[in-house]
């Protein structure tokens, strides 16, 4: 008995694993395409150094996998004994757990995120993240582990905070997984519905956070960075621009060499 449920431990860690993986290398592939064609409007002149974006993937990579363990371990406990609350039922119970989970979460690393930047933490659990500082999209998980038990720590104990299904969760968990590599682009692909007074955070919003450092801390939303006054002062007239610059860059002809 005790074999079989580490042997279905392992299995679930590996499965999100590869899941968490597989979602990283295929974003970080798609969106540096897409950025080919935006150059021009590229949100920092700075260029990151090869050997910087080489210790990103590397990073990366253990960075995923304890993410993975994290998340793994939660579903397991789900799964295995039923540790959780009971998810909420119907399409409405699903829409209203998913909200509430995105809602939670941006709030839960809000404030771990905060709390990371302090004094006290910032040398041996953050640092690492911000030797990047001009990111790219294979930035976003390249974190030191002990940065993961702050700002990843959600997934573990998420079934217990909100009546979500697992199938929520991991939709939400891909959803972080890919706007967070979006969000470390280093060119702004948000449109219309990232604009004020839409709560959804464009990609100058954690761009500036590597450039200004002390300010625009959550990762979903701009909610808690406007309520606790952290949101970078331009904020809101840089991302309009930046969304305007990549629109008239999407809306210029390609030369035929292209
Ligand atoms: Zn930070
Ligand atoms: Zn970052």
Redesign the pocket.
């Known amino acids: 008995m005790i074999a079989e449920r580490a042997i279905s431990w392992v299995l679930t860690v590996a499965a999100v694993y590869a899941l968490l993986l597989g979602t990283y290398v295929v974003s970080c592939i798609a969106v540096s395409r897409l950025n080919r064609r935006l150059a021009p409007v590229k949100i920092q002149a700075r260029d990151t150094p090869p050997s910087q974006i080489s210790r990103d993937r590397k990073q990366s990579l253990v960075s995923l996998a304890a993410i993975a363990a994290m998340f793994g371990t939660g579903h397991w406990l789900y799964a295995e004994f039923g540790w959780g609350l009971a998810p909420a039922e119907g399409l409405a119970g699903t829409i209203l757990s998913l909200i509430a989970s995105l809602v939670l979460f941006d709030t839960w690393f809000y404030w771990f995120h905060r709390l990371v930047h302090t004094r006290r933490f910032y040398r041996l659990v953050h640092r690492w993240?911000?030797l990047?500082v001009t990111?790219v999209v294979w930035?976003?998980n390249s974190d030191r582990l002990l940065d993961n038990l702050f700002l990843q720590s959600y997934w573990l104990v998420a079934h217990f905070l909100v009546p979500a299904a697992p199938a929520v969760l991991l939709a939400h968990k891909l959803y972080d997984q890919i706007t967070?590599v979006v969000?470390?682009s280093g060119y702004e692909h948000g449109g219309v519905w990232c604009l004020p007074p839409s709560p959804l955070v464009g990609v100058t919003h954690?761009d500036q956070?590597?450039r200004f450092f002390r300010c625009n801390y959550a990762t979903h939303f701009t909610l808690w960075d406007r309520l606790m006054g952290t949101l970078h002062p331009e904020h809101d007239s840089e991302l309009k621009r930046n969304i305007a610059a990549t629109a008239a860059a999407k809306r210029a002809p390609r030369l035929p060499a292209e």
């Open positions: 993240h911000h990047t990111p930035s976003n967070g969000g470390h954690h956070h590597h």
